[in-house]
Structure formats: structure tokens, C-alpha cells
């Protein structure tokens, strides 16, 4: 791992502990195993720091979350397939999808959300919804609130599936909870 990848992943473990402003870079620079200099030679500030990594994570989020998509015909199933691989990354990377929720609830939230990468990928995302909700797959509201609300199903099956994990394997909570988070969605 070069680097800049050992301060990323520290500063994910250090942030997601500490929070942000209990979290000197210094400790970011320790925990990585590298000088401060280090540090500042891969990002000018923290918060181009905190920045960078959510914009990593959630690229490194949203390419899981729509592996194999073009494998599935029906819109449903991708659906059910974006659902799917949605909470699987977050059981499978814990410190990750608690540090885009911490970012998600933070005073960083506006300034990253304008990125461009994350725009991209917001858009990416609506023009999926606007698909579903065209060919009368789910409701036909606020695609950006469709999309809160299903990220907030998301993470309390994440969250659910970390309390009680041998309910992963479990197929009839599975088919449950796929149905309540469709029929919270279906028109």
C-alpha cells in the first residue's frame, strides 16, 4: 500500500473514532506510519483531506454498488441488486460507510457534496430513479429524496446486520427486508 493510501485509511479509522476536530493531522500522520510532511505533500489541508477521502469512498461506494448491474434485464432486479450490494459494502466496510454517514450529518456535507465527482455521481443515480420512476417501478416524488429515504433504509439494514449478523445468511429476513424496502418505494 503507497502512502497516500495508509493516510486515507488512517485518517478514516481516526476520524470515524475521534471525529473530525479531535483528529490532528499529526495523529493521521502517526497512525500512517509517516511524517507530517508526508502528510501535507499528498493533501494541502485536513479538510482537503477529509475531502479527498470522501470523494475515494464514495466512488469505491458507488462502483460496488453497481457491480454486475449490466448483468440484470429487469429494473426491479436491478433495484433489488443495487439494495443488495448497497448494505453488503457497508457490513464489508464498516469504518468506510460510518465515515460517509459522519460526513453526511457534518459541517463538511455542503462544501463536498458540490465536487464534481460527487455531483457525477448524484446524477448518475437520479437518472436511474427518473428510469424506475418512468417505467412505473417506484413512486414518482423528489428523486433526491427517494434517494435519502433508500439510503436511510440502507444503512438501517447495515446497522441491523451488525447488531444480529447471522441474519445475513438468513434468506426469509432477506426476502422480508427486500420487500419492506420495496414497498416503501413501489407506486
Avoid: C
Avoid at 61 to 76: M, Q, V
Amino acid at each position: 500500500m503507497d502512502k497516500r493510501e495508509l493516510l486515507l485509511e488512517a485518517a478514516t479509522k481516526l476520524f470515524v473514532e475521534r471525529g473530525f476536530h479531535a483528529t490532528p493531522t499529526s495523529a493521521i500522520s502517526k497512525e500512517a506510519g509517516v511524517s507530517a510532511g508526508i502528510l501535507f505533500h499528498y493533501f494541502k489541508t485536513k479538510d482537503d483531506l477529509i475531502s479527498e477521502l470522501y470523494v475515494s469512498l464514495k466512488k469505491e461506494y458507488t462502483s460496488s454498488i453497481l457491480n454486475d448491474i449490466d448483468k440484470i434485464k429487469s429494473d426491479i432486479g436491478k433495484l433489488r441488486l443495487i439494495w443488495s450490494n448497497s448494505w453488503n459494502w457497508g457490513l464489508q466496510n464498516p469504518l468506510k460507510f460510518r465515515f460517509l454517514l459522519q460526513i453526511d450529518s457534518s459541517s463538511y456535507a455542503e462544501s463536498i457534496k458540490n465536487h464534481p465527482d460527487i455531483i457525477a455521481k448524484y446524477e448518475l443515480f437520479k437518472g436511474f430513479i427518473q428510469e424506475y420512476i418512468d417505467h412505473k417501478v417506484i413512486k414518482d416524488i423528489d428523486s433526491l429524496f427517494l434517494m435519502s429515504s433508500m439510503f436511510s433504509l440502507i444503512t438501517t439494514m447495515v446497522n441491523y446486520l451488525t447488531l444480529f449478523p447471522e441474519l445475513k445468511n438468513n434468506q426469509a429476513f432477506i426476502e422480508q427486508a427486500w420487500e419492506m424496502f420495496y414497498n416503501y418505494l413501489k407506486p
